[in-house]
């Protein structure tokens, strides 16, 4: 039974899901070009971010708590509802994707094998994580949470080189046994409360300490089996060293997010003493992948493993930020992802652009893009906004989160500070290599730098980037 | 007189079947599959409407009784077989094979399970397990692969011996209370003490029903036999007898053998465990289809009969959601097995569908759909099933049972996933024949079934509940 009687939440989650529908119908061109599979897929995504600029324009954007909140009675015995709801750091992170699956497809849009099935379990992918950044009840959670593991396992699998089998298994071991375990907890919390569960209430629960054990023990191995850290990362690395296609790399790092966004609707404000001993843990845990994995990326000759440490490295920064369950962290983490979110997306497209011209030239990407003008203001753009010039939100927002950091834990705070400087120095000596105009062996006229379109629409998020440096919701009329 | 005749209208129309089937093998001389099809279906259709009409008719009340419980599963049952006839015409035409006796043994077989559902006598009980029994042996022998033959056998050796056990305990039944009739036997243990021979006796009952249910340690007959019988008679005769068996017990467990309930409960929790593991395990190496997902079929019956321990209110119910969700998915895998044909021979062996995505991407996602969805992936049909089943475990607190359910749930779809990943990612090794439209026809009605499950479950969950209420407390 619909309680709403218009529901912009789930329009949301179904813009994309009716796009892969329609995407999986279109007809491909008889000369084997994918234009209108491609046309409809990114149609159906910018359709989503109109809707999602349009739910900024509905709620207050600074009120605490989720808004807009949509209700549905999915069944009565037992009883579950399926609740929706946003706030600022869900809209942000959704907007995002959204943007970052816009450059991912323009990465792929002249692939030719397979298009149509990239392009389908792509959406299905946005549909579920859209589904999961606006769950507000614990079932549509799970639900979205297990949901998207199916697209991402069929992209790896069909996308996937030589070695894909041996990475898929890790992929199903480590995602499907957490999903096991968050399910078994769902069940649990579900019974326990005698019926629904909102994530808002999970934080005011009382539980007695076995259950509370068992839970939070569950809800920590089922959100970590997403993130690259020790010992969950393994899938993620060997997936991420093998894929060579931006939009699944894309994808797969997406992956982790949620893994970071479920801590931030699970953990409660004030942190039960139970988990006292898994937070310490765990950042230990964390600050040592960040320092191991930097290390490895610094001296690492793959930019895509650059990339990907970098992409660790933060990630497990943001979820050292969420356990301090600071509000103030929390509002930066979201401006932050923003923008984190916008440039990996355009640097992954534009190294791989690189890495296949540099194939298709049949010379070293030494000084390579030199020949590639265009390419080499929004790479360079992207990788020093990466590094954290002022160039994004992250800038700013990344200098609150650290010092916020510093402040908790002086220690930890200066381990991921060293592990910081070590994948900004690894992508700014790759920049380096790549514009070394001395080593340079194609001319201008040889390399073929991305359409007038590409660029232009390049340069608007760098503009997007830009703006979120000087104010992260500047679209927001009265923000 | 005319009012009894008329309330046995279902059965006579199962019956009629019989003799026009013969009439039309004997004397017309124009007949396919698609003629003795035409009949089957006109009848068991007329059979379903009139055993919705008749859902609370009783034609003899002392042996068959109806109510909402035997209707439910009587319809099930129909439909089902429906669906599974009208695929198999085509089969038969591709062969070209005459298929007059299988559609005669079909119909007799829908028959003899109706008659068990309603059974309220354990002799008419008997009489519809061996009549199901005899007709699946002929059934199965219509294969003419000597392979079978041992299999057949071994299918012969253990029927039978189960049907004396059978016959033995009602003959004790009826020495001891004096009458087989269900409402008896209940009311007799409701005031006397049971003995042991009472319990060898009611095990007796039990153990031909968990035989036909083909579950775990009784299943290797099943097995043996699924990947050897031709695709119509596997697809009847692990589907239909299920329904009928699921039904039987437990209607016996929790109206007539209710006092036993301390007995048969560690019983059927460690057949439903058995059955989780072993189906699991098995299917993870299995390479023939048919045999995979008869493994699967008894992983999913461990997974339904864990669920309805310990036969309250809830556990019929979450059991029931997860056996219906079950039987339309298994259906839909059915359906996608008379899709997958290669130069006119249906596929057997998994590595047959390798890359059968890059010819066939529809039939192969629809697969994919319903692997999924019998891995309780949500929001997939059978995670509705799974989340009632868990549920129930939890409220008993059967904390063990989770971590094995569990277990066994990670190992099949590690085996499910194996499917897809041949499905998909492997080259082709086959070319595919073009897929009839009937397929297509039931395959789009499966999804919208599907569908409509998946977004209102509510809408089914309250019928079932209604629908199962003579046998809730």
């Known amino acids: 039974m619909m309680l709403n009687t218009f529901s912009i939440l789930s329009l949301i989650i179904a813009i994309p899901f009716l796009g892969m529908l329609f995407t999986l119908f279109a007809k491909e061109a008889s000369d084997g070009s994918t234009r209108n599979v491609f046309s409809v897929a990114v149609f159906s995504v910018i359709a989503n971010i109109v809707m999602i600029l349009r739910i900024f324009m509905l709620m207050e954007v600074y009120k605490p708590g989720l808004q807009l909140v949509e209700t549905y009675n999915w069944m009565q015995n037992p009883n579950i509802d399926i609740v929706f709801g946003v706030d600022v750091l869900s809209l942000m992170l959704l907007l995002a994707i959204h943007i970052a699956f816009i450059i991912g497809f323009i990465g792929v849009r002249n692939n030719l094998e397979h298009q149509k099935s990239l392009m389908v379990w792509s959406l299905l992918f946005l549909s579920m994580i859209t589904g999961f950044f606006v769950s507000a009840d614990i079932f549509s959670f799970y639900i979205f949470f297990e949901g998207m593991l199916l697209p991402l396992f069929m992209l790896l699998g069909m996308f996937g080189d030589v070695k894909r089998q041996e990475y898929i298994n890790r992929f199903l071991l480590y995602n499907m046994v957490g999903s096991v375990i968050f399910f078994v907890a769902t069940v649990l919390l579900f019974n326990y409360q005698h019926g629904m569960l909102e994530l808002q209430q999970l934080s005011s629960m009382k539980l007695d300490s076995r259950l509370e054990y068992f839970i939070w023990a569950a809800i920590f191995i089922s959100l970590l089996s997403r993130i690259p850290i020790w010992p969950f990362h393994y899938w993620i690395a060997s997936v991420n060293s093998s894929i060579r296609n931006p939009m699944i790399f894309l994808i797969s790092m997406i992956l982790p997010l949620t893994g970071i966004y479920g801590f931030v609707r699970f953990l409660p404000k004030t942190l039960p003493a139970i988990l006292g001993n898994y937070i310490l843990l765990l950042q230990i845990i964390g600050v040592i992948t960040m320092l191991f994995i930097a290390l490895i990326g610094l001296i690492n000759k793959d930019r895509q493993y650059k990339i990907f440490s970098y992409i660790t490295v933060y990630y497990i920064m943001y979820m050292l930020g969420i356990l301090t369950r600071d509000e103030v962290i929390l509002l930066n983490i979201a401006f932050s992802f923003f923008s984190y979110l916008i440039i990996v997306a355009s640097m992954e497209v534009f190294s791989h652009y690189i890495a296949k011209e540099q194939m298709q030239q049949g010379v070293l990407d030494d000084g390579l893009l030199c020949s590639y003008p265009k390419i080499s203001i929004i790479y360079s753009f992207m990788t020093l906004a990466a590094v954290g010039l002022p160039l994004s939100s992250l800038f700013l927002n990344n200098f609150l989160i650290l010092s916020d950091l510093l402040a908790v834990n002086i220690k930890m705070g200066m381990i991921m500070l060293l592990a910081l400087v070590i994948v900004s120095s690894a992508l700014l000596k790759e920049l380096f290599r790549l514009r070394d105009a001395e080593k340079c062996s194609i001319s201008a006229e040889k390399g073929e730098d991305i359409s007038r379109g590409v660029f232009i629409f390049m340069l608007f998020i760098c503009f997007i980037l830009l703006m979120s440096f000087i104010k992260p919701l500047w679209f927001v009329v009265g923000a | 007189m005319l009012a009894k005749i008329i309330t046995f209208s279902p059965e006579i129309f199962l019956v009629l079947a019989l003799p026009l089937i013969a009439f039309v093998n004997q004397y017309r001389s124009s007949k396919t599959a698609k003629t003795f099809y035409s009949i089957v279906k006109v009848l068991l259709i007329f059979s379903i409407l009139s055993t919705i009409i008749f859902y609370n008719r009783s034609p003899l009340p002392h042996l068959l009784q109806n109510d909402t419980y035997t209707t439910l599963y009587k319809v099930l049952l129909d439909i089902l077989s429906l669906g599974i006839f009208f695929l198999s015409c085509k089969w038969f035409l591709n062969k070209n094979r005459s298929s007059a006796l299988y559609y005669a043994l079909g119909i007799s077989l829908v028959l003899s399970l109706n008659l068990m559902i309603s059974a309220v006598d354990l002799r008419i009980l008997v009489g519809g397990y061996f009549a199901a029994t005899i007709l699946q042996y002929f059934l199965l022998k ?252 939890m409220i008993n607190g059967a904390y063990g049972e989770i971590i094995i359910s569990m277990v066994a749930l990670l190992l099949m779809i590690n085996a499910f996933f194996r499917i897809i990943r041949i499905m998909f990612f492997e080259a082709k090794v086959k070319n595919f024949d073009h897929t009839e439209r009937r397929i297509y026809i039931c395959l789009f009605i499966n999804m919208l079934f599907f569908l409509v499950g998946i977004l209102n479950p509510a809408l089914f969950i309250e019928q079932f509940e209604l629908l199962l209420k003579p046998i809730m407390r």
């Open chain 2, 142 to 393: 219509l294969n003419d692969d000597d392979d079978c033959k041992v299999g057949e056998i071994h299918y012969r050796a253990f029927s039978f011996l189960l049907f004396l056990i059978m016959v033995l305990s009602i003959i004790w039944f009826q020495e001891k209370i004096g009458s087989a009739e269900y409402s008896k036997i209940a009311a007799y243990y409701a005031k006397h003490k049971i003995q042991m021979l009472d319990v060898m006796a009611f095990a007796g009952i039990l153990l031909p029903i968990l035989f036909m249910l083909g579950i775990a340690p009784f299943h290797f007959c099943r097995v043996e036999l699924s990947g050897l019988s031709i695709l119509p008679v596997h697809v009847l005769s692990n589907l239909i007898p299920t329904i009928s068996a699921y039904a039987v017990i437990v209607y016996l467990l929790t109206e007539v053998f209710s006092k036993f309930k301390e007995i048969y409960l560690p019983f059927i929790e460690i057949v439903a465990i058995l059955s989780l593991l072993w189906g699991a395990i098995s299917a993870i190496k299995e390479e023939n289809i048919r045999r995979f997902f008869s493994y699967c079929h008894i992983y999913s019956l461990g997974f339904i009969l864990l669920g309805i321990l310990p036969f309250n209110n809830n556990g019929i119910t979450s059991s029931f959601v997860y056996f219906t969700a079950y039987l339309l998915t298994i259906w839909g895998i059915y359906m996608v097995l008379f899709a997958f044909k290669s130069n006119g021979e249906y596929l057997q062996e998994l590595t047959d569908i390798s890359g059968v995505f890059s010819q066939k991407p529809y039939i192969s996602v629809l697969l994919m759909v319903f692997i999924v969805s019998l891995a309780g992936s949500p929001p997939m049909l059978i995670f509705l099933g799974k989340l009632q089943v868990m549920d129930n475990l």
